[in-house]
């Protein structure tokens, strides 16, 4: 290989790899309409559910290349909504989330899987109550388009996960409160300017 093949094989390459990296673009959730929704079981006689809302995040979104994507979110423990007053606050208390130290539930992707045309497994870093754990995503991409009321390029997602509650040392009363915390995500993200 000549050196000015060299020289131009080298340019091609960065110009693939800026063209690549210029393709994601960052979205910023919409809090208005961002939701996740967990259940568990509680001792056998139902399914109790609980949520959270009107929290941030960022979508770094390659359409082109979507493994390169990725996504992190922050959420208030404190917004958490159960439907009973009592079992928010039992909630925030340090048998649980324990606010006073760890207000905050964090999750940061650290690789995407593409499983289909709009579905992936992204993995990444979920930390609460103090404690990190790596779990994974069954995410969806529902639609990416203009929005019809806000006139900006829009995408919304859907995601799936189980996780166990002692993994991050919140497991009382398991297990006749079920250790495993279904895990359901809907958000939607505005293109950022």
Known sequence: ???FTKIATLAAATTLA?????????????????????TYNHLGFSTTT????????????????????????????SAMFTGWEARDDHFE???????EE???VTFVSTSIEVTGED?????GDLTMNGVTKEVVLDAKLNTMGMHPMEEKE??????????LRSDFDMGMFAPYVSDEVQVAISIEAMKAE
Do not use: C, R
Not at 155 to 163: L, Y
């Open 50 to 77: 609980g949520m959270f809302s009107g929290f941030e995040g960022e979508i770094d979104f390659n359409a082109d290349d979507p493994a390169t994507s990725s996504v992190s979110v922050s959420l208030p423990v």
């Open 119 to 123: 579905t992936a497994e992204i993995t």
């Open 1 to 3: 290989m000549t050196p």
């Open 18 to 38: 800026m063209t690549v990296a210029a393709s994601a673009e960052k979205y910023v959730l919409d809090p208005s309409h961002s939701q996740v929704v967990f």
């Open 102 to 104: 760890n207000d905050t």
């Open 93 to 99: 208390t340090e048998d649980f989330f324990g606010i």
């Open 154 to 163: 829009w995408a919304g997602f859907n995601a799936t996960t189980t996780v």
